[in-house]
């Protein structure tokens, strides 16, 4: 299997009349399709390289082998008719069209240069002729929808348009997977106690436990592009966060104890050394991550 590191590689190679020629599913993946699940949701802290590659090498590996896929991905669903319009064009035109579908203005890992060269690597093997869609699938659609959920306690009205976005690409072919990469809150299949509210997320709106899989990203150390309160920021309860508060970088950060080495990998296991993760169905390993900046900073979306 090749290693993530040369998955994370920015995607030239997408013109080549085969960019899935080395490409083989991570590790662990036949047990976890062996749940027989439609859905499998990789939760993830955002603004790493690492994590959307991850993805793109499983829907690459799955493609390879004849499968048809869908690959859910964070970003806005008021965003989802322009990404699909942007989908049908031929592959030297995508990231054109790409650039100016809800880059600008983001600071946080979803609008990451990760993200950007996932969607020009999903795009460059569905031009090769492999069965690849995508779907945007954040916050809601519309304003019907909105009203539809708003009912919902705390931020399930979001976590269930989330799902519901999901699931209607999903119905629209015969998908062999429904890959998502999503924020690992949203990914948890137990109910979210925010301050005395309790809400569902959305791997819990999406199916029953027994038709979604979950798995939470754990790595070794590295860092992430990620925006952090400032530790002296002075903030009040219900009022906007003062300037300067937020620092948004890229940051270092340290996970397990225990490091199962720099292979990606997935398991349905608990992880080594910890009790078993009653959010989960398992996890899925990246070893050392980096930070990926937001793609708005890069030279080519200014173009």
């Given amino acids: 299997m090749s ?3 040369s998955a994370a590689t920015p995607l030239e190679a997408k013109h080549s009349a085969h960019p899935d020629r080395m490409c083989t599913a991570p590790s662990g993946w036949a047990e976890v399709a062996g749940r027989g699940t439609l859905y499998v949701v990789f939760g993830e802290v955002h603004g790493t390289r690492e994590s959307p590659a991850f993805v793109g090498s ?4 799955l493609a390879a082998r004849g499968e048809r896929i869908l690959v859910g991905v964070e970003l806005q669903a008021t965003d989802n008719p322009a990404l699909q319009r942007a989908w049908r064009l031929p592959d030297d035109q995508f990231a054109p069209a790409l650039r ?6 983001r600071t946080d ?3 990451s240069e ?3 060269r996932l969607l020009q690597r999903l795009h460059a093997l569905r031009s090769s002729g492999r069965n690849i869609d995508v779907v945007a699938f954040n916050g809601f659609a519309d304003e019907a929808q909105s009203e539809r959920l708003r009912d919902l306690a705390g931020q399930g009205p979001h976590e269930a348009a989330q799902a519901e976005n999901i699931r209607k690409a999903a119905e629209g072919g015969r998908y062999n997977h429904v890959l998502v990469l999503v924020g690992n809150l949203h990914a948890r299949k137990t109910p979210v106690d925010d301050r005395g509210t309790v809400f569902e997320p959305m791997a819990m709106h999406l199916g029953s436990a027994a038709q979604v899989t979950t798995l939470n990203m754990r790595l070794s150390q590295g860092s992430m592009w990620n925006c952090l309160v400032r530790p002296n ?7 906007p966060l003062p300037p300067g508060a937020v620092d948004c970088g890229n940051h270092q950060t340290h996970d397990a104890a225990v490091d199962l080495g720099p292979t990606p990998l997935m398991s349905l296991e608990n992880f080594p050394g ?6 989960y169905d398992g996890f899925y390993w990246l070893g050392r991550v980096n930070g990926s900046p937001p793609a708005s900073s890069r030279d080519q979306l200014r173009q």
Avoid: Q, T
């Fill in 58 to 61: 499983l829907a690459c590996g």
């Fill in 274 to 279: 910890e009790p078993r993760d009653a959010n």
């Fill in 109 to 111: 890992g979803v609008g």
């Fill in 233 to 239: 920021a002075k903030l009040e309860r219900g009022k």
């Fill in 3 to 5: 290693s993530l590191a």
């Fill in 100 to 105: 100016r579908i809800g880059w600008e203005g």
């Fill in 114 to 116: 990760a993200m950007f």
